[in-house]
Nanobody, 124 residues
Framework: QVQLVESGGGLVQAGGSLRLFCAAS????????MAWFCQAPGKVREFVAV????????SHSASVKGRFTIARDNTKNTLYLQMNSLKPEDTAVYYC?????????????????WGQGAQVTVSS
């Protein structure tokens, strides 16, 4: 079992930065593939970024590549999402998710554990 708690969301102007945190409980955090997804009002949940258990081969969606960076610290059981050059269209609730996968999946239905979400609002 893994419990996930996001923090770090908020309101920022376009062009600004935010850093999201996802604190995980459980002794086997390092085994899990971890990912960030986002969901805007009236839209489906979308893939943002994923990172495998060892921290290697991070992958980001085309819409955030070059602006957002996913990282993890297995010694602190924490997942991060550094968000730079934010745009109004990045406004959404951001969720971290975990699954025991042997590959970096962008598909929400493959993840077993989810946080409660962190609101990110970018004003123009």
């Amino acid at each position: 079992q893994v419990q996930l708690v996001e923090s770090g969301g908020g309101l920022v102007q376009a062009g600004g930065s935010l850093r999201l945190f996802c604190a995980a409980s459980g002794r086997t955090f390092s085994r899990y593939t971890m990912a960030w997804f986002c969901q805007a009002p009236g839209k489906v949940r979308e893939f943002v970024a994923v990172i495998r258990w060892g921290g290697c081969v991070p992958s980001h969606s085309a819409s955030v590549k070059g602006r957002f960076t996913i990282a993890r610290d297995n010694t602190k059981n924490t997942l991060y999402l550094q968000m730079n050059s934010l745009k109004p269209e990045d406004t959404a609730v951001y969720y971290c998710a975990a699954a025991e996968l042997g590959y970096p999946s962008p598909r929400p239905f493959e993840y077993d554990y989810w946080g409660q979400g962190a609101q990110v609002t970018v004003s123009s």
